[in-house]
């Protein structure tokens, strides 16, 4: 078994590294507490940006996120795939071997655990919003092997249709007794995708219990500078901002159009200048500030990233 600074090489014949001198620049001007990072980390169109050689998608996913984690400009890491089943211990350690100590990855929670319904039969599900299966099932192989990199744990609620969109208030109610009931050791955020259920009764719920409000760029919700703006929104002492799909685009269109995600292809002038906004509101409050990038935002996730640190850079730059 490695440990965790092993050198984990993608191929039998090592490939020429990459020259990653100006990004360990430009990250050495942006502030600890900023903290960049992918959704995911498996795409072989990264391939002369995050990734010397030529990967395939099945080098990444087993020993590509030792590379990803000795990036400079990346600071966390995305793990989506926990939202479709649970990530056995197993998974875990092998996650665990290939990253730095501290390095904290913002995870999804299964989405057994924050669906209301089941998504074909859209029968009732039993287990929305179940401390136990979420103990079982999500804490604890984490707590067996993934405790040292563990950071937010984000409860997505997909998009209901309005027929099953239950009252604002019913949903506050039903999230507040959730939240009592978790455990405390842990960073925990939620993210919506519904803007009928953000409002303010569910920011307070938020802040009673310290958990965070992921600030989302996303295709039907408010854009982040719009959240921003919301009184008390930042309920935690970290603040999650993911960077998804921008509005009037669906997933499966906005993958056809941008891969293989090796450039950008539509930049998000407003996105990027929220991104300033809520880091000045970070910086002001003393939060850690987690950005999760996706490759739909603007067509390369690690670019998107660089663009954002570089912004940040000069911001921090300018400020006495």
């Known amino acids: 078994m490695r440990g965790k600074n092993a050198q984990l090489d993608l191929f039998a014949e ?3 590294e990459l020259d990653l001198a100006e990004d360990r620049a430009l990250m050495a001007r942006v502030p600890e507490c900023v903290r960049f990072g992918t959704s995911s980390w498996t795409f072989p169109g990264w391939a002369g940006l995050v990734y010397a050689g030529r990967p395939s998608e099945r080098d990444l ?3 590509g996120l030792a ?3 000795k990036h400079p400009l990346f600071r966390t890491v995305g793990i989506d795939r926990s939202y479709y089943r649970p990530i056995d211990s197993e998974t875990y350690t092998r996650y665990a071997e290939q990253l730095p100590h501290g390095f904290r990855c913002v995870s999804k929670v299964w989405s057994e655990v924050t669906s209301a319904v089941h ?3 859209r029968a009732p599900n039993p287990s929305f919003l179940d401390v136990a299966v979420f103990e079982r099932e999500v804490l604890e ?3 067996e092997n993934f405790s040292e990199n563990v ?3 984000v409860f997505e609620f997909a998009p209901r249709r309005s027929s099953e969109l239950p009252a604002p208030a019913e949903f506050a ?3 507040d007794t959730f939240l009592a009931a978790l455990p405390k050791n842990y960073e925990y955020a939620v993210e919506l995708r519904n803007r009928a259920l953000f409002t303010p009764r569910y920011v307070d719920v938020l802040g009673r219990h310290g958990v965070g409000h992921v600030l989302n760029f996303w295709e039907r919700m408010p854009d982040i500078g719009e959240q921003l703006d919301a009184p008390g929104v930042l309920t935690a002492p970290f603040v999650v901002s993911r960077l998804l799909i921008p509005p009037g685009h669906r997933y499966e269109d906005r993958k056809g159009e941008l891969a293989p995600f090796d450039r950008i292809v539509d930049p998000q002038e407003k996105m990027r200048s929220d991104i300033e906004r809520l880091f000045e509101a970070c910086e002001l409050l003393g939060k850690v500030m987690y950005v999760i990038a996706n490759n739909k935002a603007e067509g390369s996730s690690p670019l998107t ?3 954002l640190a570089e912004r940040i850079a000069l911001r921090t730059r300018a400020t006495p």
Request: glycine share 4%.
């Open 67 to 69: 590379e990803y984690a």
């Open 173 to 175: 109610t039903k999230l």
């Open 305 to 307: 990233v660089r663009a």
């Open 119 to 121: 998504p074909r039969s």
């Open 61 to 63: 996913v087993d020993r």
């Open 14 to 16: 090592p490939p020429p």
């Open 151 to 153: 950071g937010p744990l």
């Open 141 to 143: 192989p984490i707590a």
